[in-house]
């Protein structure tokens, strides 16, 4: 089992619409959480960190489920610049990364 | 220098030939890492460096190797490359709390792309 799994879509959705991407971790004794943004043939940039209280920024909300080893990714308002990839990033000690999740926010 | 720089931007390398992609930051970051990218692999780990001095292997350690004479360069070398290191190489640095606690994000170069023919 990979340490960490992603949907890797691809999610295609109108502009303004609310989308919800969600990753999960095998490794219980993971200590810290991030979401990344890549976008195409660029380096992964870090979006957000996970916080075990869920933590908002602007249309961005990123919730972490220890008991069920999830986190997610909840974007509002989808704007056309949020097409990107999406990796989720977990660390025990070395930070594993999700393959990816391929969004595309349509006209 | 802001951030953490990556050299060169592409090459294409024929098969036997060495070659070490430079990779420098200025942040003080303790830890660094070398990754490969391919498509639908993700972002797997070669090696990383925990702090000047020390490296560790990663997930994919096979025909690399790095060194870390100081705190800024973390070198990546293949000694004799193959067309299966064909990808995208990115570096990336973080901090890492000496006695414990969470490691901070990590920062990205902005990679390297190799094709070994």
């Known amino acids: 089992r990979k340490e960490v799994e992603q949907d890797p879509g691809p999610f295609n959705v109108p502009e303004g619409a609310t989308v919800a991407f969600n990753c999960t971790y095998s490794n219980s004794a993971s200590q810290s959480f991030f979401w990344y943004r890549q976008d195409c043939r660029k380096e992964p940039k870090l979006l957000m960190s996970?916080?075990?209280s869920g933590n908002e920024d602007g249309r961005f909300t990123a919730q972490l489920n220890r008991a069920s080893q999830y986190i997610s990714l909840l974007i509002r308002d989808s704007k056309l610049s949020d097409s990107a990839t999406y990796l989720c990033v977990v660390n025990m000690e070395k930070f594993y990364f999700g393959t990816g999740t391929s969004l595309t926010v349509i006209p | 220098i802001a951030g953490i720089t990556q050299a060169p931007t592409s090459q294409i390398l024929a098969a036997g030939r060495r070659m070490t992609l430079r990779c420098t930051q200025d942040m003080r970051h303790n830890a660094m890492y070398w990754y490969r990218q391919d498509l639908g692999l993700g972002l797997r780990l070669i090696h990383y460096?925990?702090?000047?001095?020390?490296?560790g292997k990663g997930e994919v350690p096979d025909g690399y190797s790095v060194s870390r004479a100081n705190t800024d360069d973390f070198p990546l070398t293949l000694a004799s490359a193959v067309p299966s290191q064909t990808s995208v190489y990115f570096c990336?640095?973080?901090?890492?709390?000496?006695?414990?606690?969470?490691?901070?994000?990590?920062?990205f170069g902005p990679g390297t792309r190799l094709t070994v023919l």
């Open positions: 990336a640095s973080s901090y890492t709390p000496p006695r414990g606690g969470s490691t901070d994000t990590q920062y």
């Open positions: 996970v916080y075990s």
């Open positions: 460096s925990n702090t000047a001095g020390t490296t």
